[in-house]
């Protein structure tokens, strides 16, 4: 078992899809261990989007994730942040496949609804970025 990051974006929060977006992570058999409501300030969604500092799209990004809640979980499930990555599908939701999270909900590459760690590492950066270890429910 292994975990990963995931958040709902605030498009994902504004637009009422939470509940939908959540009961699919949940039919696709991921374990949802922890899950909070946040707001992010300017700092904080910096910080997390780091990596990204210099691109073109990286202020309205912090612009977009400061603009509303997020709502970042903790993940279980075997291979879990490449599971994820596959089921949200591709940045933009034009090249994302059919049945995707971001193909189905995404209304552009920016506004995309959700967010995946993109490897075992930055899995775990991201959780302890959001959660404490004591915060994580041991389902085992
Ligand atoms: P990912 O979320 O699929 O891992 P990244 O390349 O890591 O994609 O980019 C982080 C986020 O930045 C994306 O999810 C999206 O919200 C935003 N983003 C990335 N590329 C663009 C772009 O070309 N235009 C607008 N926003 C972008
Ligand atoms: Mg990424």
Request: with cysteine.
């Amino acid at each position: 078992m292994s975990r990963t990051l995931a958040i709902l974006k605030p498009d994902c929060v504004r637009r009422n899809l939470s509940g939908e977006v959540i009961a699919r992570i949940q039919k696709a058999n991921f374990k949802i261990v922890a899950l909070k409501m946040v707001r992010l300030s300017k700092q904080a969604a910096g910080e997390f989007y780091a990596v990204h500092k210099g691109r073109p799209f990286y202020d309205g990004l912090v612009e977009f994730m400061t603009s509303g809640a997020c709502i970042p979980m903790v993940l279980e499930k075997e291979n879990a942040f490449e599971e994820f990555r596959k089921f949200i599908g591709a940045t933009d939701p034009k090249d994302a496949m059919p049945g995707t999270i971001r193909r189905d909900f995404a209304e552009s590459k920016g506004e995309n609804i959700v967010h995946g760690s993109d490897s075992p590492e930055n899995a775990e950066r991201e959780i302890g970025f959001f959660f404490s270890e004591r915060e994580i429910v041991d389902l085992q």
